[in-house]
Every structure is written in structure tokens, then in C-alpha cells.
């Protein structure tokens, strides 16, 4: 099991930049594949990206391929979302995801945080 914490949200005008964090708890935590997903009001959760469990493998949605960048640190047990031009339509609670399986789709995956909003100005 794992234990998810996310971090880094805020309020930042549009074209700003901002870096999510998620916190793993565990031994096992390298051991999982991780993906961000956000959602905004009133919509469905929808993917943004995922890292293999090493951060060889990563995967983007098409509306933010370019501007938005995975990485971790197993070392740390943290995955990171770097968000460089971020527009209003980004505005969403963020949330990390963890589970032993490679997909994309928010009911693959069995562990989650608590999300962290945030929001673009425009």
C-alpha cells in the first residue's frame, strides 16, 4: 500500500509556471507506476501524464504535451509536475495516482491523494 500527498498548487496568472509534487510513502513506492490527473468543476477527472515506475516511460494528454513535464525522484519518493504556460483552462484540483498498472484511465488506478487546486488566471 501507499499513502499519496500533493503539494505546489496555487493561483498564477496565465503563461506563468508552477511545480506539483506527490509524496509517496513506503518502501514500495519505485516500485509503482504514478499519473496526474485533474479536474475541473462541474467535469469529469481527466489524465494529464504518467511515469514508469524508473521515470523512463512518460506519457502526456494532447492538451498539454509541450508545455507540461513529469519527472521523479525515487530516491525522494516524490513525482513532480513541472506546468510551464499554463492557460485558465488548466484551472482544476490536480491529483496524483499510483498502482502497479500502465494506463491512463483514473479507475485503473487504486491509490490516490487528496488533490491540490489550482487555479489560472486570466
Known amino acids: 500500500q501507499v499513502q499519496l500527498v500533493e503539494s505546489g498548487g496555487g493561483l498564477v496568472q496565465a503563461g506563468g509556471s508552477l511545480r506539483l509534487s506527490c509524496a509517496g510513502s513506503?518502501?514500495?513506492?519505485?516500485?509503482?507506476?504514478v499519473g496526474w490527473f485533474r479536474q475541473a468543476p462541474g467535469k469529469e477527472r481527466e489524465f494529464v501524464a504518467r511515469s514508469s515506475q524508473s521515470g523512463y516511460s512518460t506519457d502526456y494528454a494532447d492538451s498539454v504535451k509541450g508545455r507540461f513535464t513529469i519527472s521523479r525522484d525515487n530516491a525522494k519518493n516524490t513525482v513532480y509536475l513541472q506546468m510551464n504556460s499554463l492557460k485558465p483552462e488548466d484551472t482544476a484540483v490536480y491529483y496524483c495516482?499510483?498502482?502497479?498498472?500502465?494506463?491512463?484511465?483514473?479507475?485503473?488506478?487504486?491509490?490516490w491523494g487528496q488533490g491540490t487546486q489550482v487555479t489560472v488566471s486570466s
Open positions: 513506503g518502501r514500495t513506492f519505485s516500485s509503482y507506476n
Open positions: 495516482a499510483a498502482d502497479f498498472r500502465w494506463a491512463s484511465t483514473p479507475h485503473a488506478y487504486d491509490y
